[in-house]
T-cell receptor, first 115, second 114 residues
Framework: AQTVTQSQPEMSVQEAETVTLSCTYD???????LFWYKQPPSRQMILVIR??????QNATENRFSVNFQKAAKSFSLKISDSQLGDAAMYFC????????????FGKGTRLSVIA | GAGVSQSPSNKVTEKGKDVELRCDPI?????LYWYRQSLGQGLEFLIY????????KSGLPSDRFSAERTGGSVSTLTIQRTQQEDSAVYLC????????????FGSGTQLSVL
């Protein structure tokens, strides 16, 4: 079974600084998707960024980028120029490439942004 | 609708009572998921519906939990004889089911069992 591990329960960052959230996963599949979701206090999960495992290029969405290391099964999220609105729970998730299979989530990292 | 809608937003119940949680997915979305988020935990998969196929119930924690999806749209998650350990946020998500991997989530139902 696939597992996703987030080893940092809590992180903090100064406004305008950069922070990296860690995620590792375990799978025997060669094709899959990886995601970072943000959950603000409203509870609604918001997709931040996604990566297809067959793509070597790291995904980027504005201030958010990932460092995808397939061999190491590592998928970290970098947030640049952190803003107060970035404060939230961040979840790393894995999904098999084929079919509408459920996402497998890590336990999350709570990010605080200090003004 | 414009997004995934869940009701109620919050539910307080007494131990032993039955509860029903509702999810209204995005119109046209054929795939629907239920997840449970306990305090300090990640999201735990419960059940998945895809079109007219038999649901994937592999994540349901006990036979007290059941779910149905009527007319391929609205889904109801039922918890019978609630226990205190059932207290959690129950999240619903839907997707277009065309092979796209993006899930759209509702804001969840916070269930508190006293």
């Amino acid at each position: 079974a696939q597992t996703v591990t987030q080893s940092q329960p809590e992180m903090s960052v100064q406004e305008a600084e950069t922070v990296t959230l860690s995620c590792t996963y375990d799978t025997s599949e060669s094709d899959y998707y990886l995601f970072w979701y943000k959950q603000p206090p409203s509870r609604q999960m918001i997709l931040v960024i996604r990566q297809e495992a067959y793509k070597q290029q790291n995904a980027t969405e504005n201030r958010f980028s990932v460092n995808f290391q397939k061999a190491a099964k590592s998928f970290s999220l970098k947030i640049s120029d952190s803003q107060l609105g970035d404060a939230a729970m961040y979840f790393c998730a894995y999904r098999r490439y084929s079919g509408n299979t459920p996402l497998v989530f890590g336990k999350g990292t709570r990010l605080s942004v200090i003004a | 609708g414009a997004g995934v809608s869940q009701s109620p937003s919050n539910k307080v119940t007494e131990k032993g009572k039955d509860v029903e949680l509702r999810c209204d997915p995005i119109s046209g979305h054929t795939a629907l998921y239920w997840y449970r988020q306990s305090l300090g935990q990640g999201l735990e998969f419960l059940i998945y519906f895809q079109g007219n196929s038999a649901p994937d119930k592999s994540g349901l924690p006990s036979d007290r939990f059941s779910a149905e999806r009527t007319g391929g749209s609205v889904s109801t998650l039922t918890i019978q004889r609630t226990q205190q350990e059932d207290s959690a946020v129950y999240l619903c998500a839907s997707s277009s089911g065309t092979g796209t991997e993006k899930l759209f989530f509702g804001s969840g139902t916070q269930l508190s069992v006293l």
